[in-house]
T-cell receptor
C-alpha cells in the first residue's frame, strides 16, 4: 500500500530539539523528503535523503534513515517559534512512480 | 532560484463559472504537477506533465482540465465545479519525471479555491 504514517501532533518549547517521525512503506523508495507547510502557504522543501544514506545534516536539520525498519526522522535543533508548521515526509519509489506524502505532523513551538 | 509562482492566490467561483488557475516556473524544469490539498490533509496528485505532454491523470473528473502551453507554464481550467472541490490547489515542478534523481519537486504557494 501507499500509507506513509506520521504522528499527528508535537509540542515543544523554544530552544528544545524536535524530532518528527515517519514510517514509510516501499522498500524500493529511492528518495525521501521533508516538506514544511506554514498556514495558508505552499510546501517548502526542507531537505531530502537518498536511500543509500543513513544520515544527512543541514544546519539545524538532521535526517536519520533506518531502511531496515522503514523509519525516517527529522530532528530540528534549537527549535524556534518560526518552526511552527505542518511537516510532511514523502517518499518517491520506482514502485509507484510518484511522490507519496505522509499524513503530516503539526509542530507547535511555544515560547 | 527555486521559485514556482501561482495566480490567483484566492478564487471564489460559482458552480456555473469557468475559471483558470495558472502556474509558472523558470527553472528549466521539464515536469510540472497539479495537486489538490484539503484542510489538514496531505496533497493529492491530480496531473503530471512531462515535456509538455500529459503523463499522469489520477482519475480526475473532467470538470478539471489541465493544459501545458509551454515548458514554463501550466494551467488548470475549471468548469462546473462542485462545493466539495473547494481546496488549496498546488502546482509543483521538477527537473524531470520518471527518473528518481531528477524528481525533487518544488511547490508554488497555491491557489485557495472556494466553490459556492
Amino acid at each position: 500500500g501507499e500509507d506513509v504514517e506520521q504522528s499527528l501532533f508535537l509540542s515543544v518549547r523554544e530552544g528544545d530539539s524536535s524530532v518528527i517521525n515517519c514510517t514509510y512503506t516501499d522498500s524500493s523508495s529511492t528518495y525521501l523528503y521533508w516538506y514544511k507547510q506554514e498556514p495558508g502557504a505552499g510546501l517548502q522543501l526542507l531537505t531530502y535523503i537518498f536511500s543509500n544514506m543513513d544520515m544527512k545534516q543541514d544546519q539545524r536539520l538532521t535526517v536519520l534513515l533506518n531502511k531496515k525498519d522503514k523509519h525516517l526522522s527529522l530532528r530540528i535543533a534549537d527549535t524556534q517559534t518560526g518552526d511552527s508548521a505542518i511537516y510532511f515526509c514523502a517518499e518517491w519509489g520506482t514502485g509507484f512512480q510518484k511522490l507519496v506524502f505522509g499524513t503530516g505532523t503539526r509542530l507547535l513551538v511555544s515560547p | 532560484d527555486t521559485e514556482v509562482t501561482q495566480t490567483p492566490k484566492h478564487l471564489v467561483m460559482g458552480m456555473t463559472n469557468k475559471k483558470s488557475l495558472k502556474c509558472e516556473q523558470h527553472m528549466g524544469h521539464r515536469a510540472m504537477y497539479w495537486y489538490k490539498q484539503k484542510a489538514k490533509k496531505p496533497p493529492e496528485l491530480m496531473f503530471v506533465y512531462s515535456y509538455e505532454k500529459l503523463s499522469i491523470n489520477e482519475s480526475v473528473p473532467s470538470r478539471f482540465s489541465p493544459e501545458c502551453p509551454n515548458s514554463s507554464l501550466l494551467n488548470l481550467h475549471l468548469h462546473a465545479l462542485q462545493p466539495e472541490d473547494s481546496a488549496l490547489y498546488l502546482c509543483a515542478s521538477s527537473q524531470d519525471f520518471g527518473l528518481a534523481s531528477q524528481e525533487t519537486q518544488y511547490f508554488g504557494p497555491g491557489t485557495r479555491l472556494l466553490v459556492l
